[in-house]
Nanobody, 127 residues
């Protein structure tokens, strides 16, 4: 069983930055791929970013590409989402997700790919 705990959400003005962190209860170096998803009010949960267990492969949704950066520190069992140039459309609850990876370079972008989820952290971007 993997437990995930997000932190770092809050209220920020458009154009600002936030840094989200996700702490995992399991050694993330143990072939665990990670991802970030987000869910805005009235909308389905959508993919934002993902990273392979070794950290060498990342992928992003088009809506955040160039503004968000996902990274991980397997020594600390954490994954981070650095969010820059935030827009009001980025307002959502952000969720950290994890799964056992098939390959070291595997990244996963579908909700159903991930069996383990955090409780989420609210990000609100004001205009």
């Amino acid at each position: 069983q993997v437990q995930l705990l997000e932190s770092g959400g809050g209220l920020v003005q458009a154009g600002g930055s936030l840094r989200l962190s996700c702490a995992a209860s399991v050694r993330t170096s143990s072939n665990v791929a990670m991802g970030w998803f987000r869910q805005a009010p009235g909308r389905e949960r959508e993919f934002a970013a993902a990273i392979s267990w070794g950290g060498g492969v990342t992928t992003y949704a088009n809506s955040v590409k160039g503004r968000f950066t996902i990274s991980r520190d397997n020594a600390k069992n954490t994954v981070t989402l650095q969010m820059n140039s935030l827009k009001p459309d980025d307002t959502a609850v952000y969720y950290c997700a994890a799964r056992i990876a098939v390959w070291t370079s595997s990244v996963y972008v579908e909700r159903n790919d991930y069996p383990y989820w955090g409780q989420g952290t609210q990000v609100t971007v004001s205009s």
